[in-house]
């Protein structure tokens, strides 16, 4: 069974650029999550969507940061327009059913990097 | 106050010894999971074992176990016969079943290095 999907891998792009961020789930998973990771600040939730709803947002830093989940199998991570501080490995995790009990399943992770 | 400690930074074991990683926890929450991942040099996040606050016996998986003692509250991850491969950081995270409380709360983590 594959496990989440991120694309790409790496990204390196200039600053003001727009960076999308692929996230693919585990098949039949319904809980999908968005981790940034940085030396600094660890491991950060940034969303979280159950059932292709976003449930909580909070942790998205900024107006610049969008994320989409328009079907059960794929979701994005859009930041418009790019900032150095941005530069982080981006995670995207998924999970099923009960919420508090399921472990998150992570993709291979998407290492940014704004120049 | 620190909800999910880990008090090693780094451990060095020499192969084949076994490993415990220490992990404690705060929690107010009678039911809650406690979860153990391991990141190796390559960046993955890769789950190892779960330990739900109910269950009555400690959680094994292969060489993975975890020594759950709830009084105490910790969660230490015990790594038999450890192996080079195993060199790697290890978080400890924790979700309380608090209403609508999804959170996984993290460790700082703590660097194994494996010593051939």
């Known amino acids: 069974d594959a496990g989440v999907i991120q694309s790409p891998r790496h990204e390196v792009t200039e600053m003001g650029q727009e960076v999308t961020l692929r996230c693919k789930p585990i098949s039949g998973h319904n809980s999908l999550f968005w981790y940034r990771q940085t030396m600094m600040r660890g491991l950060e939730l940034l969303i979280y969507f159950n059932n292709n709803v976003p449930i909580d947002d909070s942790g998205m830093p900024e107006d610049r940061f969008s994320a989409k989940m328009p079907n059960a199998s794929f979701s994005t991570l859009k930041i418009q327009p790019s900032e150095p501080r941005d530069s982080a490995v981006y995670f995207c995790?998924?999970?099923?059913?009960?919420?508090?009990?399921?472990?998150?399943?992570f993709g291979n992770g998407t290492r940014l990097t704004v120049t | 106050a620190q909800k999910i400690t880990q008090t090693q930074p780094g451990m060095f074991v020499q192969e084949k010894e076994a490993v415990t990683l220490d992990c404690t926890y705060d929690t107010s929450d009678p039911s809650y999971g406690l979860f153990w991942y391991k990141q190796p040099s390559s960046g993955e996040m890769i789950f190892l074992i779960y330990q739900g606050s109910y269950d009555q016996q400690n959680a094994t998986e292969g060489r993975y176990s975890l020594n759950f003692q709830k009084a105490r509250k910790s969660a230490n991850l015990v790594i038999s016969a450890s192996q080079l491969g195993d060199s790697a950081m290890y978080f400890c995270?924790?979700?309380?079943?608090?209403?609508?409380?999804?959170?996984?709360?993290w460790g700082a983590g703590t660097k194994l290095i494996i010593k051939p």
């Open positions: 995270a924790m979700r309380e079943a608090m209403d609508s409380n999804y959170q996984l709360i």
């Open positions: 995790a998924s999970s099923s059913g009960d919420i508090h009990n399921s472990p998150l399943h």
